[in-house]
């Protein structure tokens, strides 16, 4: 039997504790790999439920809380929707209608032979209450009341509504149309009831440009425009019944307008012309001795149509008429606007117009 040598007896048991310790060094190395892997994978799983929570957090606020533009912009649409609203409720400002409209249409045909229902015409003028109108799409340049004088005078009147409303619309003026009646069966006063017309109109509104139209004249061209222009202006210049010429130089008859200071500066019309004829060539020498000319248009558009008829009753040339034109310079700065006496009986808003019915009293005997 061979004996073994210590040492030789002692290499398996030195072989084992080496190998042992390896597989302790392993085993712990792995573990520590393992555990680090571990708390790193927890601590991303950790911070992915964290990042989850706060976003769940920041959207439920969100949701109460809008805090972005996308957000917002609901609430913004919203305000811009009543702020759109609120702006189109507000009036908005007009710009000012242009020097010469251009709806005008230039020469009309006017004619008398088929009667006129007034009910057709207020049909034709749905804008109108009381005779007024005011253009809708601009500022009127002038603010112009027309003035006729009126006694016993209807058909006429019927045709003056159906023409004049449509041209005056045309010529874009915010007017008023005043029928001044006189009351009673007295001598007619063309003049005196002019002036009435003029204190009444404004009693109603700021009127600046004054149109005296008799009820028999119609304008044959629409840009024979009703305003008033830097000088009095005589509108009526070339009339059919004068063979479409102008009378007489001072002829200032008819169809005229005066600017609220024109009318001021010569004291308004005189009151004491009962009957016919002589106020006008009075208003002329009262323009002229204040320093002021006629202005006029041409002959062709200042065409207008006379309606036939016979003189009215109570309505005799006035037999003093020359001697008072003589006197005009005597007589204006107290017989005028500043001496008018009268008494409104009734007033009448018509759709068509305003009729004013007025006790003048009577002429001095």
């Known amino acids: 039997m061979t004996n073994s040598s210590p040492a030789t007896r002692n290499i398996p048991g030195r072989f084992l504790q080496k190998t042992c310790t390896v597989v302790v060094v392993f085993c712990a190395l792995h573990l520590s790999v393992t555990m680090l892997y571990y708390f790193n994978t927890f601590e991303i799983i950790k911070n992915s439920v964290s990042a989850q929570n706060s976003q769940q957090k920041n959207i439920n606020v969100s949701t109460v809380y809008p805090t972005t533009m996308s957000q917002i912009a609901p609430v913004t649409e919203t305000a811009a929707i009543f702020k759109t609203e609120a702006e189109e409720t507000k009036p908005k400002k007009l710009e000012q209608c242009p020097e010469t409209s251009p709806l005008l249409v230039g020469p009309l ?20 209450q009381g005779g007024r109108f005011t253009p809708e799409d601009c500022k009127a340049l002038q603010k112009v009341a027309v003035i006729i004088p009126f006694r016993n005078r209807e058909e006429h009147l019927k045709y003056w509504l159906y023409y004049l409303h449509p041209i005056l619309q045309r010529q874009q003026l915010d007017y008023g149309i005043y029928v001044i009646h006189q009351k009673g069966d007295e001598t007619f006063n063309r003049a005196k009831l002019l002036n009435v017309g003029y204190a009444e109109a404004l009693k109603e509104y700021d009127y600046d440009c004054f149109v005296f139209s008799d009820v028999d004249l119609i304008p044959m061209d629409d840009r024979n425009i009703y305003k008033c222009f830097g000088q009095p202006r005589h509108i009526a210049v070339s009339m059919d019944k004068f063979g479409f010429r ?75 008429r020359f001697d008072r034109i003589a006197r005009t310079r005597e007589t204006m700065n107290s017989d005028g606007i500043n001496s008018l006496s009268y008494k409104v009986v009734e007033i009448k808003k018509n759709t068509l117009f305003t009729e004013i019915i007025v006790d003048i009293g009577t002429p001095r005997r």
């Open 109 to 128: 045909r006017i004619e008398f032979s088929q009667p006129v229902d007034l009910d057709e015409v207020k049909k034709q003028n749905p804008a109108l």
């Open 246 to 320: 102008l009378p007489y130089t001072q002829f200032f008859g008819g169809v005229s307008s005066l600017s609220k200071e024109q009318f001021e500066k010569i004291n308004g019309f005189p009151n004491n012309y009962w009957g016919w004829g002589g106020e006008d060539d009075d208003i002329y020498n009262r323009i002229v001795f204040k320093g002021m000319g006629i202005s006029r248009p041409d002959g062709i558009i200042g065409k207008c149509r006379m309606i036939r008829h016979n003189r009215d009753d109570r309505n005799e040339p006035n037999p003093q």
